[in-house]
T-cell receptor, first 113, second 113 residues
Framework: NAGVTQTPKFRVLKTGQSMTLLCAQD?????MYWYRQDPGMGLRLIHY???????AKGEVPDGYNVSRLKKQNFLLGLESAAPSQTSVYFC????????????FGPGTRLTVL | GENVEQHPSTLSVQEGDSAVIKCTYS??????FPWYKQELGKGPQLIID?????GEKKDQRIAVTLNKTAKHFSLHITETQPEDSAVYFC????????????FGTGTRLQVFP
């Protein structure tokens, strides 16, 4: 039982390049989330999904797109990376009951030059 | 908009002492208050949570208290140990959409031997 895994762990991009971050969970969770973590700002929600085939915007969605084609996977895309997107990205998942814990992945450290 | 303020941002204690982290929120409809611990290089992990129908919850050396009248909740760690050193985040669901959590800005706790 791997829980929540993220690929890649580290990545360096040049401004304007694109990339996709992959999140996978093996807990059969309906809900999945993408956060970014920046110093002094805590965790901010980018996009999330309440089930396969659905996505919704979080607090900081600009410059990102997501897809949830399979229940176990949640992809975060950057179409044209900007230095402001340098951050640590975390994926999380949870079940459908109220008051349930979100399980986080180990994170992806992204640097945009 | 609703938010949650977390204090202090950094906290240094001697091993064996107690540590207290406080979060204040702006929306009285919140009814679930989790605390997450993030160790260096890892994703956040739930350590304890409290529901609005109780004022205090304990789990060994960790306790959380909730004061709904004053709109604050606190994490208490007693008999601190070096392995308690980490960043701690409070969180709560957004009142208009309980699918989403809002996180505090984090407290870096250092426990010195």
């Amino acid at each position: 039982n791997a829980g929540v895994t993220q690929t890649p762990k580290f990545r360096v991009l040049k401004t304007g390049q694109s990339m996709t971050l992959l999140c996978a969970q093996d807990m059969n969770h309906e809900y999945m989330y993408w956060y970014r973590q920046d110093p002094g700002m805590g965790l901010r929600l980018i996009h999330y999904s309440v089930g396969e085939g659905t996505t919704a915007k979080g607090e900081v969605p600009d410059g990102y797109n997501v897809s949830r084609l399979k229940k176990q996977n949640f992809l975060l895309g950057l179409e044209s990376a900007a230095p402001s997107q340098t951050s640590v990205y975390f994926c999380a998942s949870r079940g459908t009951s109220l008051f349930v814990v979100q399980f986080f992945g180990p994170g992806t450290r992204l640097t945009v030059l | 908009g609703e938010n949650v303020e977390q204090h202090p941002s950094t906290l240094s204690v001697q091993e064996g002492d107690s540590a207290v982290i406080k979060c204040t929120y702006s929306d009285s409809a919140s009814n679930y208050f989790p605390w997450y611990k993030q160790e260096l290089g890892k994703g956040p992990q739930l350590i304890i949570d409290i529901r609005s129908n109780v004022g205090e919850k304990k789990d060994q050396r960790i306790a959380v208290t909730l004061n709904k009248t004053a709109k604050h909740f606190s994490l208490h760690i007693t008999e601190t140990q070096p392995e308690d050193s980490a960043v701690y985040f409070c969180a709560m669901p957004r009142s208009y959409n309980t699918d989403k959590l809002i996180f505090g800005t984090g407290t870096r706790l250092q426990v010195f031997p």
